[in-house]
């Protein structure tokens, strides 16, 4: 069981926007770029870089899918703050 992953991530506001980085994402865009473009988290201006975080650290549908959604495939995640592109680099 893994009990640290890293991620990066895009948070948007709606989810027509998210669904269209995915897109972006699948024809050969780059992450980083589209995070300094769309991201409105901080982590943004890092490229969207969350670094390596412990279970249990991110809201729990978040947390979800860093823990067992398929690695380096982007998801589509809705929490409060809004909607995120999540890419899972990897997990530990």
Known sequence: MAY??????ILVKHKELA??????????????VLAKKHSTCPSGKKGGHLGEFRKGQMVPAFDKVCFTGELLTPHLVKTKFGWHVVKVLYRT
């Open 4 to 9: 640290t992953a890293a991620a990066l991530h």
């Open 19 to 32: 669904e269209d980085i995915i897109q972006q994402l699948k024809k050969g865009a780059k992450f980083d």
